[in-house]
């Protein structure tokens, strides 16, 4: 067993998306998860490496997957394979899980 808190992993600000992970890849290469805060927009990418799965917590917004438009909301779940691009907007927290673990190298950010 495994057990991470918020003081495991580090906190995140980007702007639009606060929070922080739970844990790196290098504490569990398998996975690893997230929670944040979107107030605005993530800007469209995508990873060469991960699926990931988002729980909205509370709040509501939009995902936009290979330039479809799904609408999120309260206790629902959107799912990313990997190599798909996608973005999203909108106020509200999020529990994300990354499979494998979140890895920066494996991750391109579009310039829109």
């Known amino acids: 067993m495994l057990k991470f808190t918020k003081t495991t992993g ?10 922080f992970s739970f844990n790196t890849k290098e504490q569990f290469s398998h996975m ?5 805060e979107c107030n605005g ?15 909205i917590l509370q709040g509501k917004g ?3 997957v290979n330039n479809q438009s799904v609408t999120v909301k ?14 999203y907007k909108g106020k ?6 990354h499979c494998p673990a979140f890895d920066r190298k494996q991750e391109i950010r579009y310039n829109e």
């Open 10 to 19: 580090y906190k995140f600000d980007r702007g639009d998306i606060k929070g």
């Open 32 to 36: 690893s998860a997230a929670w944040f």
């Open 41 to 55: 927009k993530h800007p469209k990418m995508k990873s060469f490496n991960s699926d990931r799965l988002y729980f």
């Open 62 to 64: 939009e995902f936009i």
């Open 74 to 87: 309260q206790k629902e779940v959107i799912i990313i394979p990997k190599n798909t691009p996608y973005n």
């Open 92 to 97: 509200f927290t999020c529990f994300l899980v």
